[in-house]
């Protein structure tokens, strides 16, 4: 990999070719869900020309994938595959694919999970790609530009369901590509058109989970951040707390962590205490071995909360509802070594505390949103793309 000893940034267009005809295939991903979303009235497994398509394009994800990995002559993008953190998350996937043999669904089960796995392969090969042609830097660039990428296209897909008045309003369109992204944006990326954009829909999103992951990220700053992210924190604790002592704590906790909600705690969470305690009783019944992969935690959750839950929106119950108890300590082992990797002394000084805290971001969303631990939706794409390149930067034969 280039070091990073120019303060040059590579040009988007020649950036963009960087990954190859991997890159073209994540960024294609965007508008092609644009066209194949509809709202299904039929069942959630039912095979039309729209699931048709995202069948055909997992497949060519996954060859295209599996074709570079096969013939690549660096031995380090197998590494990035089948080393630490990433197996672990392989583990579950292939697991995930395996519950396929007691799922209710199990086709419904086994694409699912192998959806997951043409994914990941499809992001390992982009990264290695980047390590190899770009610095640490521009490989951080082109994440962004794909992070920006998928806020222009969620902002057209949610006009098109809502209609043209909610551009007046789009920051809710990307909310977990925004909150994911937001601490590389803060700290680290040089386009400062990609930097405002990300944080803008962020802070704007009014999404209680991107608050709630901020809170960590910004503590970090005290312990490992340098003399302006300090300063940084401490300005928004001043402000925090100015605001705190004209108004009250519970309006300000009200109006930010809990907007939208009739109150504060618990019990004020959309319902996740509800299906959370719920959730928590029926992987007791089969702790071993789960009820399947997606289709099982679906039918689960239909059958004794209701149709109006989709995912257990926490990525330990998802897990431990689809596999059982081993699901959830391969997906803990996953964010505790990615964690690690965030303070090793291969990652710079100048990047660890948006690494770490963007760790902490994909933590809370995980435990509060559909994403990792489920199927390719939700906060899952942007979620494992940021992870792994946090991994393969921490290498130091890459």
């Known amino acids: 990999m280039r070091t990073d000893s120019s303060k040059h940034i590579m040009p988007l267009k ?33 095979v039309d020309s729209s699931a048709v398509i995202q069948i055909l394009y997992t ?19 197998k590494e990035i595959l089948f080393g630490s953190p990433e197996s672990f998350l392989l583990l579950y996937i292939l ?27 499809l992001i390992v090969v982009i990264l290695h790609k980047l390590s190899q042609k770009c610095s640490a830097q521009d490989m951080i660039e082109w994440v962004m530009l794909w992070a920006v990428w998928d806020i222009f296209w969620a902002v057209i897909a949610d006009a098109k369901l809502c209609g043209v008045q909610f551009l007046l309003y789009p920051f809710s369109a990307a909310g977990f590509t925004s909150g994911v992204f937001f601490f590389l944006a803060l700290y680290l990326s040089r386009r400062r058109i990609f930097s405002w954009l990300v944080m803008i829909f962020a802070i704007l999103s009014i999404s209680n989970k991107i608050y709630f992951g901020i809170i960590p990220g910004l503590l970090l700053a005290i312990a490992f951040g340098d003399r302006k992210a300090k300063v940084l924190v401490f300005l928004c604790v001043g402000i925090v ?6 108004v009250g704590l519970e309006p300000v906790v009200h109006n930010t962590l809990f907007y939208g909600h009739e109150g504060v705690g618990m019990e004020y969470t959309s319902g996740r205490d509800t299906f959370w305690k719920r959730g928590w009783e029926l992987c007791m019944q089969r702790p071993l071995y789960g009820y ?5 935690e679906r039918d689960t959750l239909y059958e004794f909360i209701g149709t109006s839950v989709v ?12 596999v059982g108890i081993l699901g959830p300590l391969l997906l803990l082992s996953y964010f ?10 291969h990652i710079h000084q100048s990047r660890m ?7 902490c971001m994909v933590f809370v969303i995980a435990m509060t949103a559909p994403g990792i631990g489920t199927r390719v939706y939700g906060a899952w794409l942007p979620s494992v793309l940021v992870m792994t390149m946090i991994s393969v930067l921490s290498r130091k034969n890459i």
């Open 14 to 46: 020649l950036l963009i070719k960087q990954a190859g005809w991997a890159g073209y295939l994540l960024l294609f991903e965007q508008p092609l869900q644009l066209v194949t979303a509809r709202q299904r009235t039929e069942g959630y497994d039912a």
């Open 59 to 77: 497949f060519c994800c996954f060859a295209y994938a599996a074709w570079y990995l096969y013939l690549s002559r660096s031995k380090n993008a």
């Open 95 to 121: 697991l995930c694919m395996a519950s396929s043999l007691w799922s209710p669904n199990a086709k419904y089960s086994a694409f699912m999970a192998f959806q997951c796995l043409a994914y990941l392969m």
């Open 241 to 246: 707390l100015i605001v705190v002592l004209a």
């Open 292 to 296: 399947g992969f997606v289709a099982g």
């Open 311 to 322: 995912s257990m929106h926490n990525m330990f119950f998802s897990a431990f509802i689809a």
């Open 336 to 345: 505790i070594n990615t964690g690690f990797l965030c303070f090793t002394k």
């Open 353 to 359: 505390l948006a690494f770490a805290g963007t760790v």
